[in-house]
């Protein structure tokens, strides 16, 4: 059974726009949240993380939102550049130690 | 240069043939860990490490083996490989026990099991 789920198989963006992915979870335990970037050929890097007693944390263009009531944290990329094009994975953990990785998005950045 | 790295990177063997993967990061690094990656299921944990001889099971590691005797090793080991094995294999490393640490990911070893 899928703990975390990205709904949206791909998501396309104009270059210079908002990009924005979703990902739900269903395990209360869940206190860590991170996003991975992953290129086709490579290992996933990664984005950026969040624990849940933040409900926002900003490196660059990407911020991460959580909102632990409704079970649910995004991605925001601003401004969207060609070389964001690349799959998006999100994973939740209970203790740093268990990692439960969303089924990924596919994002375009369309220049 | 940091990183980890996988072998081999490409594996096509047939079902109940012993086989090994090896992974070595050279940061130091306490926690490693295995995941593969299959389609319309993203990527799941098979086994981690949180230090020399402290390993446990992740979300599927049946059929899985994993040993670490030395900081910078984590062979995965596949005793009687099936079919249903056939998938990518990461492994990755992070520093110290802290959540939020990134993890390094190595480049992935396709395995295909005949």
């Known amino acids: 059974d899928q703990q975390v789920k990205q709904n949206s198989p791909s998501l396309s963006v104009q270059e210079g726009r908002i990009s924005i992915l979703n990902c739900d979870y269903t395990?209360?335990?869940?206190?860590?949240f991170l996003w991975y970037k992953k290129y086709p050929a490579e290992g996933p890097t990664f984005l950026i993380s969040?624990?849940?007693?933040?409900d926002k944390n900003e490196d660059g263009r990407f911020t991460v939102f959580l909102n632990k009531s409704a079970k649910h944290l995004s991605l925001h990329i601003v401004p969207s550049q060609p070389g964001d094009s690349a799959v998006y994975f999100c994973?939740?953990?209970?203790?740093?130690?268990?990692?439960?990785f969303g089924t990924g998005t596919s994002l375009t950045v369309i220049p | 240069e940091a990183q980890v790295t996988q072998n081999p990177r490409y594996l096509i063997t047939v079902t109940g043939k012993k086989l090994t993967v090896t992974c070595s990061q050279n940061m130091n690094h306490e926690y490693m860990s295995w995941y593969r990656q299959d389609p319309g299921l993203g990527l799941r944990q098979i086994y981690y490490?949180?230090?020399?001889?402290?390993?446990d099971k992740g979300d599927v590691p049946e059929g899985y083996k994993v040993s670490r005797k030395e900081k910078r090793n984590f062979p995965l080991i596949l005793e009687s490989p099936s079919p249903n094995q056939t998938s990518l294999y990461f492994c990755?490393?992070?520093?110290?026990?802290?959540?939020?640490?990134?993890?390094?990911f190595g480049p992935g070893t396709r395995l295909t099991v005949l």
């Open positions: 990755a490393s992070r520093a110290g026990l802290a959540a939020y640490n990134e993890q390094f």
């Open positions: 395990n209360s335990m869940f206190d860590y």
């Open positions: 969040i624990s849940s007693i933040k």
């Open positions: 490490s949180m230090n020399v001889e402290v390993t």
């Open positions: 994973a939740a953990s209970p203790d740093g130690n268990q990692f439960y």
